[in-house]
């Protein structure tokens, strides 16, 4: 079974002879100082994120529109889950641990191992969707103050609603 493990100022994921072979992969090391958030998701499929690259389904690396994760997971067992700052070559690492208390008490460590923990939340935050921007103030406002310049339309038996053409549909 794989193992997170800090080496001086790295944080190393050991990989048995059969998980190097299913991942495609050697150990992965990547420094502490990339470390941004680290938790214990009980539930192992909430960890795969994206398509796999190299690997297998729950071994190896995954691609997404956010970056690249490195994942060695078990079904039915929680996991161990380290957030990276963009210089890392990963932007998530989660590995498997035997029992919910084991992989809390393997957070726990890590995470007092590391030396800027980002502790806003102790969630994993989602992945970003590609093209969608910020909340602008506009779009907080209340909905009665928006004020559309395109003409109204009827839609059958319903209220009036606008025409991208401009032009009056409905009865």
Do not use: K
Not at 101 to 107: D, P
């Amino acid at each position: 079974m794989a193992r997170m493990t800090v080496d001086g100022d790295e944080l190393v994921v050991c990989l048995s002879l059969r998980e190097r072979a299913a991942a495609r992969h050697g150990d992965v090391r990547v420094p502490l100082a990339a470390v941004r958030r680290v938790t214990a998701e009980p539930d192992w499929w909430r960890v795969l994120r994206g398509l796999p690259r190299r690997g297998t389904r729950r071994t190896g690396t995954r691609v997404h529109q956010a970056g690249t994760d490195f994942t060695v997971v078990r079904p039915g067992r929680p996991a161990v889950c380290v957030e990276l700052r963009p210089p890392a070559p990963f932007r998530l690492l989660a590995v498997s641990a035997p029992t919910e208390a084991q992989a809390r008490n393997i957070a726990r460590a890590l995470g007092r191992s590391a030396p800027e923990l980002d502790t806003s939340t102790r969630y994993r935050q989602p992945l970003p969707v590609p093209g969608e921007d910020p909340p602008r103030a506009a779009l907080t406002e209340s909905r009665s103050s928006f004020v559309s310049d395109r003409p109204a339309t009827r839609f059958r038996d319903g209220p009036v609603a606008e025409s991208r053409s401009g032009h009056r549909r409905g009865g």
